[in-house]
């Protein structure tokens, strides 16, 4: 177990819809990235959250936003929710700026809009 | 543009065979993850390296640099090994890049 734990695990929403997904990173991490995970595609990069400030953003639209707290702990929100937004979303924590480039995911939100 | 591409896509194999997947990426990438994941969607890291070979267990890693190549293996393959593998890049210090996945199925 690697110490990210992401909430909720599933969830449905309607088309329209605003949703928050939770993200607790790793004990002494300071570094959230967010990622979105498509049926039968590889993760691609939503943005990252490095000591509170945004770190680099993905491709995707403004409705995607984001927020981490001073106990690094991360929140992805999602605002007018689009069928295509179903899919698996990710966490992962890191501490680059301490020399550790490795990254520790959480299990997933699996988020179906209808 | 940093890329990173994988192969094969599927993969099916006898239990204990030995297992080889293969991954390419751009320049820009300073280093290489391999990653395991399941169905229920967790993602556990593998092996993270930037140069040489890794060995865990059944498991073997290798980069090389030169050709901006690196392979993942398995040997004495198992069906509790099916899963899906996806290698991913290091750029910019602290991001990733993702491959597409292979989907591995070992059969008993």
């Known amino acids: 177990e690697t110490g990210v734990t992401q909430s909720p695990t599933h969830l449905i929403k309607t088309r329209g819809q605003q949703v928050t997904l939770r993200c607790s990173s790793q004990s002494g991490h300071n570094t959230v990235s967010w990622y979105q995970q498509a049926l039968g595609q590889g993760p691609q990069f939503i943005f990252q959250y490095y000591r509170e400030e945004e770190n680099g953003r993905g491709n995707f639209p403004p409705r995607f936003s984001g927020l981490q707290f001073p106990n690094y702990s991360s929140e992805l929100n999602v605002n007018a929710l689009e069928l295509d937004d179903s899919a698996l979303y990710l966490c992962?924590?890191?501490?680059?700026?301490?020399?550790?480039?490795?990254?520790?995911f959480g299990q997933g939100t699996r988020l179906t809009v209808v | 543009k940093n890329e990173v591409e994988q192969s094969p896509q599927n993969l099916t194999a006898q239990e204990e065979e030995f297992i080889t997947i293969n991954c390419s990426y751009s320049?820009?990438?300073?280093?290489l993850h391999w990653l395991q994941q399941h169905p229920g969607g967790g993602i556990v890291s593998l092996f993270m390296l930037s140069s040489g070979k890794k060995k865990h267990g059944r498991l073997i890693a290798t980069i090389n640099i030169q050709e901006k190549h690196s392979s993942l293996h398995i040997t004495a393959s198992h069906p509790r090994d099916s899963a899906v593998y996806i290698c991913a890049g290091l750029y910019n210090t602290d991001k990733l890049i993702f491959g597409t996945g292979t989907r591995l199925q070992v059969f008993p």
């Open positions: 320049v820009g990438i300073s280093a």
């Open positions: 992962a924590s890191s501490s680059p700026g301490q020399g550790n480039t490795e990254a520790f």
